[in-house]
């Protein structure tokens, strides 16, 4: 089962940006999809973003704004988030969507404020 260490997040203004990691226990070369996705206080956790070998989507309002790249020779995966607004902020985690049951690592909190 792998794991995932995500990083990189902060407090940011609004319109700013911020670039999360997602670092793997192992490689990530076999894995099909990965996705990051994100828990508001008091919300579900919602799926913001995955990446296949060959395909990348990015989901609802982060549409435009927020790109999702994998790095295999790193087993890493990033999500470059421009644009940021206050309803960005979250705690943001990474995952492999096809693994049961799904492996929740602590995530990275995401606080975009004036």
């Known amino acids: 089962q792998v794991q995932f260490v995500e990083s990189g997040g902060g407090l940011v203004q609004p319109g700013g940006s911020l670039r999360l990691s997602c670092a793997a226990s192992?490689?990530?070369?076999?894995?099909?999809?990965i996705g990051w996705y994100r828990q508001a206080p008091g919300k579900q956790r919602e799926l913001v973003a995955t990446?296949?070998?060959?395909?990348?989507t990015v989901y609802g309002d982060a549409k435009g704004r927020f790109a999702i790249s994998r790095d295999n020779a790193k087993n890493t995966v990033y999500l470059q988030m421009n644009s940021l607004k206050p309803e960005d902020t979250a705690v943001y985690y990474c995952?492999?969507?096809?693994?049961?049951?799904?492996?929740w690592g602590q995530g990275t909190q995401v606080t975009v404020s004036s």
């Open positions: 995952r492999d969507v096809s693994q049961l049951p799904p492996y």
């Open positions: 192992r490689s990530i070369f076999s894995i099909y999809t």
């Open positions: 990446i296949t070998r060959g395909e990348s």
